[in-house]
Structures are given as C-alpha cells and as structure tokens.
C-alpha cells in the first residue's frame, strides 16, 4: 500500500544538505578540543606539581566558588581521568553529531547546571572530575530520544541504555570515595535540558498515512518510484482512462453539411402550396 506524508504534521529538521562527513567531523573536533583540555591540565599539574585539584566543587562554599566551573577539568589519577575520556568521547560525539543545531547550547547548559546542581544539594568535600557531564550527557541523549517522537533517536536512547545503562548504580552512595551526588546533579540535568529543549532541534518523525481509494500518488513520488506496484497500477489506469476518452470521442464526431457557394442558385425554387390553391 502507497503512503504519503500527512502534511498537518512539521517537516524534520534534519538538514540533507549537512553532509554525514560533515556531522562527524563537527562532532569529533568539538568532543577532541574538551578532551586535549582536561589531558593538558592534568599533565602540567601533575608535571609542575601545582596542586590544582583543590579547585574543585566545594558544596555551599563561597571562597571556592569558582569549582562550580572548574572541577570538570580536574581529576585524581590516570585510571579516573580515562574512563572519563572514554565514556566522554561516546557521548558528546553522539550529541553533536544527532542534535547539531542545538549541540553547543545543550553542552553550556548541561554544564553549568550540573556544577550548580552539585554546589547547592551536595553535603560537602571536594568534588573534582568530568563524571558530572558524562551523566548528564547520558541523561539527555536517553530522555531526548524518549520524549521526541522520532526512531532515529530512540535508536540513540537504547543505544546509550545498552552502553551505560550500567551508571544509574554509581548514582547510589555506594563508595565514599566516588562523588555520587555529582552524578545525581548530572543526571538531573540532562532530564530538565532535554525537556526544555524537546521542541527544538531535531523534530518527530513524518507520520504516514494510507492513501484514500480515489487518490492519486503524488506525480513526484511516482517518478521516484516507478516499479512500485501501486505506480504501476496508476499507469494503466491513466492509460486506460486516456483510450476510453479518446474513443468516446471518436463517437461523438457530429457532421456538418456545408453549402457550397452558387448550389442554391442554380436550383429550382421551391414553392409551398397553399392549402386553399385547388379550389
């Protein structure tokens, strides 16, 4: 059965003109350029011994205030700083690569509302590393693909259930030592920016719907599709229709006498006889 586009419905706001080649590569240098930051202050502080790490979030302290921007960029050893990297890298490309045009916003967001998030709720400490992001980067991508009716980025959401799904259990205070509550304030916030922004960006899928009997496809649609059965159905009936009109109007073909010109002339004058001339 043909179907066609129910034009009540928006258009999507995947741009065809945005090349694939071009969303990954715009998803690669932004996610590479976080990635060279946090890799470059870990190196010179542990090079230069600078003790950094102490400007991390510290929860409802004003004199460190400035964690709430810094501690995504800081992290205790090699082993916390990679599996950062690596669940980061996962994550952030998939939001600039699939939510493109409102990829940057998203990220300021996420980012500034998880540190917040983590300086008001959390119940003390220094709270340093980019787990925070990485949870709220999750919990967007699988609450946007939820609440957008579109199958490309529910695609995403089982996607990044099946890879993370294991993270909710890091949510609980089950290791003193991991900052749980960041990764509450994270998840939070990737739930409230994907249900701010759930109108903008990437829109819900067309809907299809059957063509009624007595309508025609659409003469674009048959021309991009000529073999489809229901195209070839539509031929022949236009063809079929054509022939029957054409020879309904052989039929039709009505014949007119012509007077040539000096026929009434030469012809004998007709009379009309009186009914009284006999008597």
């Not at 004199?63 to 980061?88: I, Q």
């Not at 340093?128 to 949870?135: H, K, L, Q």
Request: overall charge neutral; glycine content about 6%.
């Amino acid at each position: 059965m043909a179907m066609r586009f129910s034009q009540s419905m928006p258009r999507p706001r995947w741009n065809p003109n945005v090349q694939d080649i071009n969303r990954l590569f715009y998803a690669l240098w932004t996610t590479t350029f976080f990635l060279l930051l946090i890799w470059g202050v870990y190196a010179i502080n542990d090079t230069y011994a600078l003790n950094w790490r102490r400007w991390g979030n510290h929860p409802r302290d004003w004199k460190h205030w400035s964690g709430v921007f810094s501690y995504p960029f800081l992290h205790g050893d090699l082993e916390h700083l990679w599996n950062n990297t690596v669940t980061f890298f996962t994550l952030n490309g998939l939001l600039f690569y699939f939510y493109r045009s409102i990829a940057a916003r998203t990220w300021i967001l996420l980012y500034m509302l998880s540190g917040i998030g983590l300086w008001i709720f959390a119940k003390g400490g220094n709270h340093i590393g980019a787990s925070g992001i990485n949870y709220a980067l999750a919990a967007f991508l699988f609450t946007s693909g939820v609440v957008r009716k579109s199958q490309l980025l529910l695609r995403v959401t089982l996607l990044v259930a099946f890879l993370y799904g294991g993270m909710v259990w890091w949510m609980l205070p089950i290791d003193d030592h991991i900052s749980w509550e960041g990764h509450i304030a994270g998840a939070a916030s990737g739930v409230l920016v994907a249900v701010i922004f759930r109108k903008k960006g990437p829109l819900p899928d067309l809907q299809l719907q059957a063509l009624s009997p007595d309508e025609q496809l659409p003469e674009w649609w048959a021309d991009a599709h000529p073999e489809h059965p229901d195209v070839i159905r539509q031929r022949e009936f236009e063809t079929n229709q054509t022939t029957t009109t054409e020879e309904v109007d052989r039929r039709n073909v009505q014949f007119r006498i012509v007077r040539k010109e000096g026929f009434m002339e030469d012809a004998p004058s007709e009379k009309r006889s009186d009914s009284n001339s006999d008597k």
